[in-house]
T-cell receptor
Framework: AQSVTQPDIHITVSEGASLELRCNYS??????LFWYVQSPGQGLQLLLK??????LVQGIKGFEAEFKRSQSSFNLRKPSVHWSDAAEYFC?????????????FGTGTRLQVTL | KAGVTQTPRYLIKTRGQQVTLSCSPI?????VSWYQQTPGQGLQFLFE???????NKGNFPGRFSGRQFSNSRSEMNVSTLELGDSALYLC???????????FGEGSRLTVL
């Protein structure tokens, strides 16, 4: 069965500092991998995705993530955090079957940004 | 292009009642997935419908059910509500070509 681990429940960074959110997955084959962001009271917004090809993927809002098969990781990074990035971030894995309608999510990492 | 629309956004029910939530997917999309989000269990897959047929089902009791209509709108129903059913229920549709999921803003259910 597929699973996702986000080891950091809560992270605090200063505005302008770099950010890395960790994600490890368990899946038998090459998975579809996603990062979503959720602001309070809102649904989920897709930041970026990895399906195949280049292992470094660029997303919206200046985020990027790197797929490392050997480490079963898909960590999210941003070189300079803005106060508006404060939210909850979810890593997810889906079956590589053409459409990833059934996703398994991690428990999320809440990001706090200090000014 | 309209996004995923969920109604109602907020609702309060009491234990033992039943509730129906609605989701209208992105126009032209035939697949709808439902997720439950709670502080304790996080985001969990409920079920997926494609062209009015349930294609996938998560590990939830039979009190949770759903259906999809010919216009792709979907409803989910929870019968005999329990306190633990209090959650944000999210609906999503996948992009036709890329498969990525687009989520609605959710229906927040509170069971008293």
């Amino acid at each position: 069965a597929q699973s996702v681990t986000q080891p950091d429940i809560h992270i605090t960074v200063s505005e302008g500092a770099s950010l890395e959110l960790r994600c490890n997955y368990s899946y038998g084959a090459t998975p579809y991998l996603f990062w979503y962001v959720q602001s309070p009271g809102q649904g989920l917004q897709l930041l970026l995705k990895y399906f195949s090809g280049d292992t470094l993927v660029q997303g919206i809002k200046g985020f990027e993530a790197e797929f490392k098969r050997s480490q079963s990781s898909f960590n999210l990074r941003k070189p300079s955090v803005h106060w508006s990035d404060a939210a909850e971030y979810f890593c997810a894995v889906g079956a590589n079957t053409g459409t990833a309608s059934k996703l398994t999510f991690g428990t999320g990492t809440r990001l706090q940004v200090t000014l | 292009k309209a996004g995923v629309t969920q109604t109602p956004r907020y609702l309060i029910k009491t234990r033992g009642q039943q509730v129906t939530l609605s989701c209208s997917p992105i126009s032209g999309h035939r697949s709808v997935s439902w997720y439950q989000q709670t502080p304790g269990q996080g985001l969990q897959f409920l079920f997926e419908y494609f062209s009015e047929t349930q294609r996938n089902k998560g590990n939830f009791p039979g009190r949770f059910s759903g259906r999809q209509f010919s216009n792709s709108r979907s409803e989910m129903n929870v019968s005999t509500l329990e306190l633990g059913d209090s959650a944000l229920y999210l609906c999503a549709t996948p992009h036709t070509n890329t498969g990525e999921l687009f989520f609605g803003e959710g229906s927040r259910l509170t069971v008293l």
